[in-house]
């Protein structure tokens, strides 16, 4: 806007230079017309009478007015394109941004709304949903009753937008969220922990330095308050929000840096550290065949008797039956195994044994 209000200024100061040459050259050129109209005047009046012997002498020309140059047209600036607000529902939440993107369209194009009312029917179009749409019906509906349009002003138009689309109790609010554990950060990123905190700051209209430092810090990840609070050099001031702000922004930053590297580290495929021997392998053990199956050899068939019936090694003993109580060994009832007389050891046998 500045740039814009000096190049006019500058343009219209060469305009009115212009205009002084060309108003001095014209006064000038007058002045000798009125002149010679004079001496011709004269002449005709009273004639002298050598007038006939004397030859004509052509008159002096008449010196013609310096030609101005045209004045360059100024160079036609570019316009960023705009776009429209979005379509409005009538959340209380979204209010202030609605009006926000309306004042910043209307103050980019002005040129768009000469009239007043222009602006307030271009944004009663967006009211498109819920209780925005009932309001802007209501409106016309007042107006054809009273042939009057209720809103005459955008001012106007601003303070009845506050009242039906602002919260009630925007500052309590606010308050009471901050008094809270409601804003901490949680798992929200940093950007988003630190545009909410402001807002609610912004309405609850805390403006002490200290006071500010304290509760966003309170709100933020336990992590992240550690890094700060251990900085080997430079502590941050509890009196400077916006250092607290910076350095927060920075010290994310850095995590998501390493997080990155982290994930592109554990991503790689891993690299053997084992050489591998350059020398060919010996021709000896190149040279073996391969190993041979080794031969199935079949079990022989099991013993028969002349009788054609398996022969059973514990025959001679199953024919003996053993007693219920005793020694098993040779048979007495008097005594178990433990105690049998006839036992023998295998250190004392003799041959025949």
């Known amino acids: 806007m500045a740039d814009t209000l000096g190049y006019l200024q500058h343009h219209l100061q060469e305009l009115t230079e212009r205009q002084h040459v060309s108003e001095s050259n014209i006064n000038s050129t007058l002045a000798a017309l009125t002149a010679q109209l004079q001496q011709l005047t004269q002449l005709v009046a009273n004639p002298p009478l050598s007038l006939l012997a004397i030859p004509n002498t052509p008159l002096p020309p008449v010196p013609s ?3 101005s140059p045209s004045p360059t047209p100024p160079t036609q600036q570019t316009r960023p394109k705009l776009s429209c607000p979005l379509d409005f529902n009538g959340e209380h939440h979204n209010g202030r941004a609605f009006l926000n993107s309306c004042s910043l369209y209307i103050c980019l194009a002005p040129e768009q709304f000469h009239d007043k009312q222009k602006r307030i029917l271009w944004a009663l179009t967006f009211f498109k949903g819920g209780h925005a749409a009932k309001w802007s019906e209501n409106i016309f509906h007042q107006e054809a009753d009273t042939s009057v349009f209720p809103i005459q002003t955008w001012g106007e138009f601003k303070q009845q937008f506050w009242l039906h689309f602002f919260p009630a109790n925007m500052e309590a609010d606010a308050i009471n969220t901050l008094e809270g554990t409601f804003y901490y950060q ?16 912004s309405n ?16 933020l990840r336990l992590g992240i308050q550690n890094q700060i609070a251990t900085m080997p050099y430079g502590r941050l001031a509890d009196t400077d929000p916006d250092v607290w702000y910076k350095a927060v922004w920075r010290i994310d930053q850095v995590c998501l840096t390493n997080e990155a590297f982290q994930s592109v580290s554990r991503s790689a495929p891993s690299v053997s550290l084992r050489t591998i021997s350059a020398q060919p392998p010996p021709l000896s053990a190149a040279r073996l065949p391969l190993a041979l199956p080794s031969p199935v050899i079949p079990k022989p068939p099991l013993a028969t008797l002349s009788m054609g019936v398996l022969m059973d090694i514990n025959v001679t003993r199953k024919a003996r039956s053993l007693p219920l109580r005793g ?24 041959m025949e044994q």
């Open 327 to 350: 020694c098993y060994r040779c048979g007495d009832a008097n005594y178990i195994v433990r105690d049998c007389p006839h036992r023998l050891d295998v250190h004392q046998l003799t």
């Open 65 to 67: 007015p310096p030609v």
């Open 204 to 219: 609850a209209g805390y403006t002490d330095p200290w006071t500010l430092v304290v509760k966003f810090r309170q709100g």
């Open 186 to 201: 949680g798992n929200q990123t940093v950007d988003d922990y630190l545009d909410s905190f402001q807002a609610l700051v």
